[in-house]
């Protein structure tokens, strides 16, 4: 997913009216934040892989 689907997480939040509500809510934004920092960091290691190889040749 992507930062957008954090912020309409987070946006939902705001409009909630229970506290369980809200705190569901950014809880699904936290872990929807996780996901897309650890899709981040598959990336830059792949990436830094390609380079490694790329210099050795």
Do not use: G, H, P
């Amino acid at each position: 997913m992507s930062i957008s689907t954090v912020e309409t997480f987070v946006r939902n939040a705001k409009e909630q009216v229970t506290q369980r509500d809200i705190n569901d809510s950014i809880l699904k934004a936290i872990a929807e934040l996780i996901r897309e920092n650890r899709r981040l960091d598959d990336e830059i290691r792949r990436v830094r892989r390609e380079v490694q190889v790329s210099r050795r040749f």
